[in-house]
């Protein structure tokens, strides 16, 4: 294994979907069931068994409209107001009116979600406004159900290879490139529609450990679908709306404020006292995050130690054994106790995702990108707030979709010359005798993106970042040395990384305001709604550098009042409750 | 130029005694997100999972599928 190997072999399919995450694997079912002919291609850098952020299972859903508990109309209102007004309302409330329809399939596949003693959906309120927050006791197999469901939909599933680029001809989408993680292989993928779902640009930011793979997003998510989408001339949306997410510090995963908040945790600053009103994650909640941090208030803390025993062991049950299970050997480790201490938590390392914020390629209410047959789903696409519920959904939307798109269409020609120079770049690493290792490519991209773009953003400071990208990509392009085909899938994400760090950059610069609290902080200017109240489109230029263009915003179907416009700015507790 | 060998403490162990790569198990190598792990064959012949590449995301995958208990996976030290 890890030889690197010649060779490019060349399929077609009906539909390729890259990324058997989430909205991957749902997207495929759905496809499948709507047209059993459908030659359907499930393709995955990982093994679709255990890949994506559901890998080892969820606590529970976390933005569920279930009849009787919320209604779409809140939900969307809810969602626009905690993205800081910038939402096309369509897809939100597209998600939001027929997500409901998914749990109960999700119910079916054997993924059970938490009921009362009346047999009630147990919804829990953790948002500003509504309830919507559902757990599901036996998260831990919701990959495994997902899994069942594919083999007997007889999903052709191909593992290990890594989608690099899209290929397009005739002005839309006509397959991909990928090539092998193990040998090194090239598989070129023809397609009629390609759905993309590759999950978050999880490895931009440095997570403050300095450990390359300890990030809150799933490490494998190194942000392909921004690249590929990038290179292939599709546009991406408001990229400046970076993720920061309130974390257990250096264990870097989710301190998980919605599992404990329903049962009486809260996060709470040195004092022990609660200062914000909502655990709610958005940029104004970490903007609060952030001042308290800085303020001489800090650090801050999960708080549990204020509950009852029984009320602390089931929290324990299920943030030790389901989502990330690792966390009780980190307490172990550390010797803390929920039940004596406070917590400590930090601020993430940034990057793009829509699952927990609204950076994402563009897609309206089909999951449909800008290129004709090319779709996007999950936390790469920019349905803000998507969350594991919205992958699902929006995936099926695209596999929906894309069912009626093939019917028109072959496939489309496209230019052999983009595949030989795919190639030339993709093995140049391996051309040499010595040089840089990808490692070391990747460290230098990512404390970058720490020192100069993490929020609040200064002008100068993203412009000496944009400055050391292009000495880096200089670096990449000449010096980028590897041994097997295990470095070669490095160095390929280290140049993901280095394009996704180059749009952060560019997408920061282009807009000139703050917005959505501590994600777009630019400390030189106010917030302009005036002039800003659009979405940011960041494409491809002819200079092959980042350029940018205003969207409008989507006239709003669910209208917003004036005195709910600000349900979100409002965080801060007014006078400080001390602990119970 | 000659790159360096840095020496880390790499997060996952496994044990050799219960490990059956021997029978043809690569069950932990499969399921590995970031695809760390690998078999490797001693002097005497026989075969064990090891993790090869420093880059875990402290996951679990490789610990919950291995049908003997073999794999236990620790903290990256940095984090830990
Ligand atoms: C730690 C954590 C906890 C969370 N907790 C909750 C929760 O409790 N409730 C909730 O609702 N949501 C939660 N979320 C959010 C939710 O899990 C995600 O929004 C959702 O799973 C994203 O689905 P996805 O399909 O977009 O991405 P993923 O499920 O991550 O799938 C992306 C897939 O793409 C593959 N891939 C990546 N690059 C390539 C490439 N180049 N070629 C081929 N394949 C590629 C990956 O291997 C992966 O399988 C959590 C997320 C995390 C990280
Ligand atoms: S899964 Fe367990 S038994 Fe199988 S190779 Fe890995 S460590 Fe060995
Ligand atoms: S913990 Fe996860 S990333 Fe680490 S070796 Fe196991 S499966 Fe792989």
Redesign the interface.
Known sequence: ??EILDGTTQIDCDILIIGGGTAGPMAALKAKRKNPEANVVLLDK??V????AI??GMDGLNNSVIPGYATPEQYTKEITIANDGIVDQKAVYRYADECYGIIQELDQFGIRFQKDQNGEYDVKKVHHIGTYVLPMPNGDTVKKALYRQLRKARINIVN?YMATRLLTGEDRIAGAICVN??TAEFLVVRAKAVIMALGAAGRLGL?S???????YE???NSGEGYAMSYHAGAGLANLECFQINPLIK???GPACAYVAGPMGGYTANAQGERFIECDYWSGQMMQEFYDELQGGKGPVYLKLNHLAEETVAEIERVLHIVE???RG??HK??GTDYRTEMIEMHISEVGFCSGHSASGVFVDEHARTTIPGLYAAGDMANVPHNYMLGAFTNGAFAGLDAVDYIKDVDFADFDMGEVDAEQTRVLAPTKRD?GI?PNQIEYKTRRFVNDYLQPPKVTAKMELAQRRFAEVRHDMENEMYVRDS?EL??SLEASTILDCADMAAAASLYRTESRWGLYHNRVEYERDDENWFCHTILTKGDDGKPAHRKQPVQPYVVEIDDDEKNAYANQRVNSTVAAE | ???AQTSSIVPVVVDKALCIADKGCTVCV??????VL?IAASDDGTQTAYM??D???????CE??CPTGAVT????Y???
Do not use: Q
């Open positions: 294994m890890d990982a093994n068994k255990r890949s994506g890998s080892m290990r993680t193990r997570p450990s300095g450990y390359l793979y300890g990030t799933n490490a494998s250096d264990y870097n990330r299970p690792t050997h980190f480790g550390r010595d290792p295990h899938m490095r | 130029m000659p790159l499969d399921v590995c997100p970031l695809d690998r090869k590449y880059e875990c995301w402290y996951c679990m995958p919950a599928d996976v620790n903290l990256p940095l984090l830990k």
